[in-house]
């Protein structure tokens, strides 16, 4: 089940990441790992310490934040604050786990006075040793006296500060040598490492009483169990924590909601609801407006009916009401009324010709089209279900459709069956023999038969008709080929939250990585539709699902940061969060080059997050150092800075830094009787600090560390080369008689991905699509690597997806046509005459690409000098897929009118015209219901592909469908000879 194993290697540490296919049960996995671990343990390097095996998922991620923010600046008090707060939260119902970022944990610190612990004789060691060995307690068993059984306990730990300062490190001599004799003893906050701030923007309703002002932070993160409703469980997190706010949060505190998945979750939820009501609105209107408000009521009945049947099968299969289900019942709106507005309009022209009683006339209308309407429902069905089969991890965002469309149709047609033609009879009874439409319909047919008799007349003209008709098939195609249309596989969300990820050269301090950040939020605080910035430097920002998958957890060096921004709601600004993405792009990309730092602006996108837009793999051959392939990953990132529109380029590689290493002259070491081990423990306490215990304090939320280590002051060289060393005679050793300090480049960290080392070059886009990236580069990078370095632009990055997508898209497609062709093969017992029908679904072509084209002219625009454009996404794709079954289902019921014409004696151009006239309203009618389904869908900035590709489709294919598809069929049955033909007129 393992799709790839990743690996970086530092010095001291290594992380592997094993990433399993998209659907492995993440339990089995977790023990298939251990075990594979478990059989290899015996190759494990000596040096190896240990390790730690964290399955990492969705669920991981916090879904709501909250920040904790105050004018005072005591981290250690506000960190104080937020465990407490985050404790009680925990204890809600469904929360898996809680976190908290910034502030300072509470620690003992012991700060080491060297001079104190050389005139005593004692090394540093000998300090932390004899901490250690003072916090013991232990159960030793029970005492049994008098019939009662006592047990008995050894200790105790330590139990305060005052208690650390009085344990005796040396009791030799007339005088006991206590630590607080050599040391400062401060229970106290760690000392920072990590720093986070925020900042109201002008969109905050406090933004008044505060303004921008900075103020110290601290975050407490939480997310959901598995499986859990992520909106009741957000809801019940941010009521408790108003309880809380007013027993635990002090004056001069407060507290903001930084983050709600669950109301994101919700407001996307109701979105699509308001549209799909506003869609079935529309229907129902086209309808009335068509026949009449009786029909309208019977169409839009069998709305509610489908849905209802769809649900429950969703329920069966384990679906959820989400984002994804209910866009799959939008888009399946404009299909389902399909075959109840061809029952309905069927019956409605029959009750107005008079010809039989009512209810003969009722089946007579019905009978006529169930054998087309069956046959057109299933070429939608087929349409859709080989999207079942998409791989990775699209295949969830599809599955939800590739089952609720063809549930929904097999449905509508159930209710067309039953429900319809019931309603039909005790409704439209009394429309019968009434002509109020029958003119309407009339002077449909006479039109269409204007314009197509002489098609019909003239062979001339059916070649003229007919070439224009491919020659408009080929320059839609080729606005595609020609990129004239922009692809991109994901659409830009527009979400109310962006992040900017800020990355300082190597060895850059931490006061002057918050000065860039800083700089960079109060720019932001500027923008109109920012509500408040959070700023965390030295630390990872609680990660998003995008996060998770970019490894933004572990960005915890002093010289990283990352912004969150948080945007007023959609309803309250014009501009989606990609304009403004753009627009605040130039202003912090100076002020990160100001202070020398590289800042990649990132959106969370609506489908599976990648590593990066653009991603390379750098591969070399066997013989390649890893620093020739950091050499060649350079050159690849400077032909991707020579694209206008690709941005926030970088690798992994790190920028050169230097480092201090003591080299210890091992002979002087071993004269004096010291150990390697010996000196490297002590450097490593007196600077990183040597954890030598807790100290246990009575409703302390967290442990509390002894830290033993010298005072940041005295951590510089010269100190150091003063501190001691015990020898084995008891003498006191300074580390400047056993080695020297000398700085060195530090090493790069090593990459692999499936066991071959790889450098990662990562880059944006703003404006260009990352396959024009990858199309306009891929050759000319093979040509400047030469033969000895291999790029992949397909191992990771939106390419990946993209290529996957359409090809699996591409794959469903075919298959969909292999199934419509085999289900019209039977239908019409000929290989010749499903070709002619199928002839509708490439006539869709002629209007979504230059529809798409045609809009970017119109709405297209550039902001701050990168262009907006309208993309073609994966789900305009979808929309070509459902605009093959709507196309082919107008074919199907076209020809079978013409066949049933035939059938009466009519004559082929005579047939063809009548059946013409017949079916253009009730064409229109479910052409018009399927666009008008599809509207309020084209301002969601991630369906609207699929709505705009469904209208334009649907214009082009129902105009042309009209008379290609018969003109066609015509030409067919003439050539044949099986279908007698008189002139029109004779």
Same mark, same amino acid.
């Given at each position: ?27 089995? /996995? ?16 000596? @040096? ?28 250690? &008090? ?41 005139? $005593? ?34 200790? =105790?730990?330590? *139990? /305060? ?78 009521? $408790? ?32 609801? $308001? ?132 549930? /929904? ?97 190597? @060895? ?124 060649? *990953? ?26 201090? &290493? ?40 967290? =442990? ?29 050793? =300074?580390?400047?008689?056993? *080695? ?15 066991? &071959? ?26 040509? &400047? ?24 898209? @591409?794959?469903?497609? @075919? ?164 279908? =007698? ?6």
């Amino acid at each position: 089940g393992v799709e790839h194993v990743y690996s970086v290697s530092r010095r001291d540490t290594s992380i592997v990441t094993v990433r399993f296919y998209v659907g492995e049960d993440r339990e089995q /996995s977790l023990i298939k790992l251990q075990s594979k671990i478990s059989a290899n343990i015996d190759k494990v390097p000596s @040096g190896v310490a240990g390790w730690i095996v964290k399955p990492i998922d969705i669920n991981d991620v916090p879904i709501v934040t909250l920040t904790l923010w105050s004018k005072e600046d005591d981290p250690f &008090k506000a960190r104080q604050i937020a465990e407490e707060l985050a404790s009680r939260l925990e204890e809600l119902p469904n929360i898996s786990r809680s976190s908290v970022v910034g502030g300072a944990l509470r620690k003992v610190l012991v700060e080491l006075d060297m001079e104190a612990l050389q005139a $005593r004789g004692l090394s540093v060691l000998e300090v932390v040793k004899a901490i250690r060995a003072s916090d013991a307690s232990l159960a030793s068993g029970y005492i049994v006296r008098d019939n009662k059984q006592i047990p008995v306990m050894a200790g =105790p730990f330590i *139990g /305060s500060v005052n208690e650390l300062k009085e344990i005796v490190l040396s009791g030799r001599g007339s005088k006991p040598v206590y630590v607080k004799d050599v040391a400062q003893v401060k229970d106290i906050g760690d000392e920072i490492n990590e720093i986070v701030g925020f900042r109201l923007g002008p969109a905050s309703k406090e933004y008044k009483k505060f303004g921008q002002e900075y103020h110290p932070a601290v975050t407490i993160a939480l997310a959901k169990k598995k499986g859990t409703n992520a909106v009741s469980v957000a809801e019940n997190i941010l009521k $408790r924590a108003e309880e809380l706010k007013e027993k635990i949060v002090p004056s001069g505190y407060y507290l903001t909601v930084t983050r709600d998945y669950g109301e994101t979750a919700n407001e996307k939820v109701q979105e699509l609801l $308001r549209e799909l009501s506003l869609a079935i609105i529309t229907v129902v209107i086209l309808i009335a407006f068509s026949l009449n408000w009786k029909a309208a009521f019977i169409v839009a009945a069998a709305v509610p009916i489908t849905f209802a049947l769809t649900l429950l099968i969703n329920l069966l299969s384990g679906y959820t009401i989400n984002r994804v289900t209910l866009f799959a019942l939008v888009l399946s709106l404009g299909l389902v009324v399909d075959d109840p507005i061809v029952d309905v309009e069927n019956v409605y022209r029959h009750y107005e010709a008079k010809k039989e009683p009512p209810f003969k006339a009722l089946l007579t209308a019905v009978n006529e089209v169930r054998i087309p309407v069956i046959f057109a429902t299933f070429a939608v069905i087929i349409a859709f279900l080989p999207m079942l089969f998409i791989t990775g991890m699209m295949g969830p965002y599809m599955r939800p459709m590739a089952l609720n469309v063809p549930v /929904s149709m097999l449905m509508s047609l159930l209710v067309a069956f039953t429900v319809t033609p019931w309603m039909s009879y005790h409704l439209l009874k009394s429309e019968y023999g009434k002509k109020g439409h029958h003119k309407e319909e009339k002077s449909a047919g006479l039109y269409y038969e204007k314009l197509m008799a002489p098609l019909l007349r003239s062979y001339k003209r059916r070649k003229f008709f007919l070439g224009g008709i491919i020659f408009l098939f080929f320059f839609g195609l080729s606005l595609a080929v020609f990129r004239a249309v922009p692809l991109k596989m994901l659409p830009y969300d527009n979400k109310n939250e962006l992040e900017i990820v800020l990355d300082m050269p190597e @060895g850059t301090a931490l006061e002057k990585t918050a000065q860039a950040a800083e700089a960079i939020s109060r720019y932001l605080t500027t923008v109109n539709e920012v509500e408040n910035v959070q700023t965390y430097i030295g630390t990872a920002s609680p990660i998003d699902f995008n996060g998770l998958v970019r490894h933004y957890n572990l960005r915890k060096g002093a010289h990283q940061a990352d912004i969150r921004i948080n945007l007023v709601g959609k309803k309250k600004r014009a501009m989606q969060s990609h304009g403004i993405a753009l627009r605040i792009r130039p202003e912090v990309e100076r002020i990160a080059k100001k202070f020398g730092a590289k800042i990649a602006i990132v959106e969370i996108p609506p489908g599976p997050p990648v590593l990066s837009t653009v991603v390379a793999e750098v591969y070399g051959d066997e013989f390649s150092s890893y620093n020739e392939l950091i050499k060649a *990953g350079k050159k690849v990132e400077k032909e991707l800075a020579t694209l206008k529109g690709v941005v926030d380029i970088d690798d992994f590689s790190e920028d050169p830094h230097l480092i201090y &290493k003591f080299i210890l002259n091992k002979e002087k070491a071993a004269l004096h009787g010291v150990s390697a081990r010996q000196v490297v423990e002590t450097v490593r306490a007196v600077i990183g600090g040597a954890k030598a215990g807790r100290v246990h304090i009575e409703n302390s939320r967290s =442990p509390i560390d002894i830290i033993v280590r010298l005072a940041q002051a005295e951590r510089e060289v010269e100190s150091l080369r003063r501190v001691g060393v015990k020898s084995v005679l008891g003498k006191i050793v =300074p580390l400047g008689e056993l *080695g020297e300090f000398k700085k060195e480049v530090e090493d790069q960290p090593i990459y692999h991905k499936d066991l &071959k080392r790889v450098v990662f070059v990562v880059a944006e886009t703003a404006g260009i699509s990352p396959a024009e990236v990858v199309l306009s580069l891929a050759s000319k990078v093979k040509r &400047k690597l030469g033969s000895k370095f291999f790029v992949n632009w397909r191992g990771e990055g939106e390419w990946k997806i993209t290529v996957d997508v359409f090809r699996d898209l @591409g794959i469903a497609f @075919g298959v969909a046509l292999i199934g419509i062709y085999i289900l019209l093969v039977v239908q019409t017992h000929s290989l010749i005459m499903p070709v002619v029908i199928m002839l509708a679904i490439p006539l869709g072509i002629i209007g979504i690409f230059p529809g798409f084209w045609i809009l970017n002219l119109l709405v297209g625009r550039v902001i701050s000098g990168y262009e907006d454009p309208v993309w073609f996404t994966a789900t305009g794709m979808i929309g070509m897929i459902a605009l093959a079954g709507i196309a082919v289902r107008n074919s199907i019921i076209l020809i079978d009118f013409i066949n049933t014409a035939l059938e009466k004696g009519v004559h082929l151009h005579a047939a063809v015209l009548e059946a013409g006239a017949k079916r253009i309203r009730p064409i229109v009618l479910t052409a018009g219901a399927a666009m008008l389904g599809a509207w309020p869908i084209t301002l969601d900035p991630i369906f609207s592909g699929l709505a705009w590709s469904l209208i334009f489709g649907l214009i082009a294919s129902t105009v042309f469908t009209l008379f290609v598809v018969p003109l066609v069929y015509c030409i067919v049955l003439e050539k044949s000879g099986t279908c =007698p033909v008189k002139k029109l007129g004779e």
